[in-house]
């Protein structure tokens, strides 16, 4: 499984190269999916091993930080110089330490947390690869359900992609904290406001998948932020 999402890793890479955007964006984001689905497996069948926390960061390191960070430097950045390649490049290196930083933890064996400290590399490239799917849908004039608010604001994020790349990279170093999910089983909601997250979510992505999954990124990636500034309120406003 983890070859597989490694192999999808270099596919997008091949794709971007052809300029085939599209297919590159999708090689990421179904790249998450396996991603998801080989830690689940490797729970389940309790194979954990530090052989596979390693392959997983070289696969990660291919589909969330080289194949993206080529990706947007092909389609947007490559127009800025050497400040295009310094931006990818801090993508790259920030989604490198991040992975490194998780493998430490793993092997220091301290106690597994509900949530990540710093914005996981499969969000960070799936933010990218979701905008790009629209992109492709916008300038190509292509057909499908979308939400005319959402591609409304695609003009306005393809020019602001280099400052959005350099935000996601400081994102994956920073000591923000982003819910893991493991504990979550969309199948079996444990509560009335998980069940009706879980159906919207699921319509969404089936009315307007490619709006969905940006919208779905964009909401994760600031939840981060609220967290942070909740903390923060409750720290500062203890319950007595």
């Known amino acids: 499984i983890t070859a597989i999402n490694m192999a999808l890793g270099f596919y997008g890479i091949t794709a971007s190269i052809q300029e085939e955007w599209s297919v590159a964006a999708w090689c ?13 497996v490797a729970r389940w069948t309790n194979s954990t091993s ?6 997983d960061s070289f696969a990660d390191l291919v589909s969330f930080g080289i194949a993206p960070a080529l990706m947007v430097y092909l389609l947007v950045l490559k ?21 490194a930083r998780f493998n430490l933890k793993a092997f220091n064996e301290e ?20 905008f790009v799917i629209l992109y492709d849908i916008w300038a190509e004039g292509k057909k499908a359900r979308t939400i ?4 409304k604001q695609v003009p306005a ?3 602001l992609l280099p400052g959005i790349i350099f935000i996601l990279a400081v994102l994956m170093v920073s000591g923000l904290r982003y819910s893991s999910f493991k504990k979550v089983n969309l199948l079996k909601p444990r509560s009335v406001r998980a069940f009706l997250i879980t159906v ?19 909401g994760y990636i600031l939840s981060g932020f609220l967290e942070y500034f909740w903390r923060l309120y409750r720290d500062r406003n203890p319950i007595k």
């Open 28 to 40: 990421t984001i179904a790249s998450i999916f396996v991603d998801v689905f080989d830690g689940r």
């Open 50 to 55: 530090k052989f596979g926390i390693e392959f």
């Open 79 to 99: 127009d800025f110089g050497r400040l295009g390649i310094a931006i990818s490049f801090l993508y790259l290196l920030c989604a490198a330490i991040r992975l």
């Open 111 to 130: 106690e597994p947390t509900p949530y990540f400290v710093g914005l996981p590399s499969p969000a960070a490239g799936g933010i990218l690869a979701s």
């Open 148 to 151: 005319t608010l959402v591609m």
């Open 157 to 159: 994020f393809f020019h």
């Open 200 to 218: 919207i979510a699921s319509l969404m992505i089936y009315i307007f998948p490619q709006n969905a999954l940006f919208v779905l990124f964009v």
